[in-house]
C-alpha cells in the first residue's frame, strides 16, 4: 500500500480527533504517517478519553504546549505549521508518496507569525511552482484562478497570458476533455455594459485552446447558471475567477463530501475542505462526519495513480 503524511493541523480544533476516528478505515486504504510526536499525542488522547489506535505510525514533529481545546493560539498555530512542512520534507524526500492535510488556524498561524495565509501559498513558495487550488469532489470540482484576495483586486488578476497559462496548468493536471471557465461579471459583461473582463476571458480560452489543438474549455459561462443541473450534467470541472464565485455554490451542494487538491506541483497533496470547528473540538462526538478527510485520502490515491 502507498505511504502517505497526514498533517496534523491545529490541534485546538477537530483534526487530531478526525484522525483517531478515522484511522481504521484509512488503513484499509494506505499506510498513514502521522506527523505528531507522542508527547502531544498522548496529551490530545488523554483529553479525548481515548486509546492510541493499533498502527498509529507518528513521524516526530517537534515542539511542546498545553493543548487548549477550541483556543486561537499561536503555539499550536506554529505547530501545525511545522507538521505540514514535515508532511513536505517526506514526501519531497520520497519516504511517502502523497501528504494529507488537516485544517489549520489562519489566525493561529498570524499570531505565530507565519506569512503565509494557507498550505497552498506555502507550498507555491518552497517548490517555486504556480499551485492550482482546486476543490471539490467527484460530482463537481472548481479551480480558483484567484483564491485569498480582497474581491476589489480580483478584476485587475485577470489577465489573458496569465489565466491561459492557468488554463493549460490546470488541464495538465486533471487532464479533462471538458473544462467550465466562469465569466467574472453579471450576464458576463453584457456586451461591455457590466465590465469588459470577459474580452481578457475569451482570449485566454481561445489561446488555451489552440495551444491544445482542440475545444476543451467553454465560456466564459455566465456565473448564475454555471451551477445549475443542466450545465453540471455537461461538466464535472469549473474555473471560477475568484474564491466565492466558485466555492459558494460547491459548498451548498456538496459540502460534507469536498476535499482541497494543490495541482501543478512535483508532490501530490490533498486537504479535507473544512475548518477546525473550534465549536466541537473535543466534545468526545461519537458521529464527527469523517467523508471530507476520507474522500481527500482516496483523491490523494487516485492522483498518485
Known sequence: MKKIAISIGDLNGIG?????QAHKEISKLCHPIYCINETLLNQGLKLLENKKPNNFILHNTKGDFIIKPSKICKK???YSYNSFLDAINLAKNKEVDAIVTLPINKLSWAKAGIKYHGHTEVLRDIFKKEAIMMLGCKELFVALFTEHIPL????SKIKTKDLSRFLLNFHKSVNIEKIAVLALNPHAGDGGVLGNEEKKIIKAIKKANKSLDKKCFFGPIVPDIAFTPHNRKNFTHFVAMYHDQGLAPLKALYFDESINASLNLPIIRTS???GTAFDIAYKKNPNINLTSYINSIKEALRLIG
Open 16 to 20: 487530531l480527533e478526525i484522525a483517531i
Open 272 to 274: 479535507v475542505d473544512h
Open 152 to 155: 476589489k483586486d480580483v478584476s
Open 76 to 78: 499550536s498555530g506554529l
